[in-house]
């Protein structure tokens, strides 16, 4: 096993501790909203009379100040979390890369560490460039007109105190899963950062990054389509999350005077249609999705983007444009109208 296969080795298993510990931050979310939602609910009148009515935008304004202050205490906690983090995980992969080459690694300044997780843009949609304070404040404003909205319409339809109330909880669980995936997928862009910056720091022994994706059906079309391919050092180059959810990671390549055991074969982990196997780490989402069963390629792709990978006219870095957006089937054929003649 090569020094590089070392690295990507230690790091896809470090990425699972990484979604533990995302699990935890997860949980967090769950009970803010819990709590949130306890809160709004007791400061609700016990009765909708005349009276409340009267001062409804009273008590609305009470809320919303209620739930902005509340949510930005969160937001406070999550974001000083996420640096913590961050100041670990570069510890960690500045201490592997290091005893992977024998050399001493530089390691960021806890202000370049802060600044770029709480600066740095998600990929998630480059044109809306979100940060993390800025997807956690989003997230908090659109719960809260949520809620209010509930109150509103129940006050508007003379509902009942009880029924504004079974409103709100029967929305409770999507808002609890909403907040459980920001969780997530913030925690996994602080990790990528932090490996990002620990990266530029020694860029001197790094000939770039290189994209990893898991080897399963649940794996995204975006990460499909970057599996295996090695970037240069530029901030315009995408890094994970490539979406809410995204479990993809990167890792370090060392240059070639530090990958010893080069010749040597790895492996990397897989999970298709037999179950769990263990492949060549030479192997991209591409190569390995072309070996799985039909059934297997159309719960990836769908049958039409399916049928087209299976016949080789199509690859998986054709149903994304250049941004990681992937493409309607009506875009597709807008562009590749020969690849469509037989549809």
């Known amino acids: 096993m090569s020094t590089n296969d070392r690295i990507t080795d230690t790091l896809t298993r470090h990425q699972i501790f990484v979604l533990r510990y995302a699990k935890g931050r997860e949980n967090e979310a769950i009970d803010h909203v819990d709590e949130l939602l306890r809160q709004v609910i007791g400061r609700l009148p016990l009765s909708v009379t005349d009276y409340s009515r009267a001062r409804f935008d009273a008590l609305v304004l009470d809320l919303l100040q209620y739930i902005n202050t509340f949510n930005g205490q969160f937001n406070d906690g999550m974001i000083q979390q996420m640096i913590d983090f961050a100041n670990d995980e570069v510890e960690f992969n500045a201490q592997l890369l290091g005893n992977q080459i024998n050399v001493q690694t530089a390691i960021p300044a806890p202000q370049q560490i802060a600044s770029a997780v709480y600066s740095n843009v998600l990929d998630l949609e480059p044109a809306k460039g979100y940060t993390i304070g ?43 899963s909403q907040a459980s995936t920001v969780a997530r997928t913030v925690t996994n862009h602080t990790s990528i950062q932090a490996r990002n910056i620990t990266m530029k720091e020694n860029r001197d022994v790094l000939n770039g990054y290189e994209w990893v994706a898991t080897l399963d059906s649940r794996t995204s079309i975006i990460c499909a389509s970057r599996d295996g391919i090695l970037y240069e050092f530029k901030d315009s180059n995408p890094k994970p999350p490539a979406h809410f959810n995204c479990r993809s990671t990167i890792t370090f390549v060392v240059k070639d005077e530090f990958n010893l055991g080069k010749d040597i074969k790895g492996t990397r982990a897989s999970k298709g249609a037999t179950g769990p196997k263990q492949i060549s780490d030479e192997t991209n989402y591409e190569q390995w999705l072309k070996r799985q069963p039909k059934s297997f390629i159309y719960e990836v792709l769908g049958v039409t983007r399916g049928n087209l990978f299976i016949d080789g006219k199509l690859s998986i870095g054709a149903f994304v444009d250049n941004t990681g957006k992937v493409l309607s089937l009506e875009q597709l054929r807008a562009l590749r109208p020969m690849a469509f003649g037989d549809i």
């Open 134 to 176: 800025r997807i956690l404040s989003e997230f908090g404003q659109k719960k809260a007109a949520q809620i209010i909205d509930f109150i509103r319409d129940g006050f508007t339809l003379g509902q009942t105190t009880q029924e504004i109330t079974k409103r709100i909880m029967d929305n409770s669980d999507l808002m609890k």
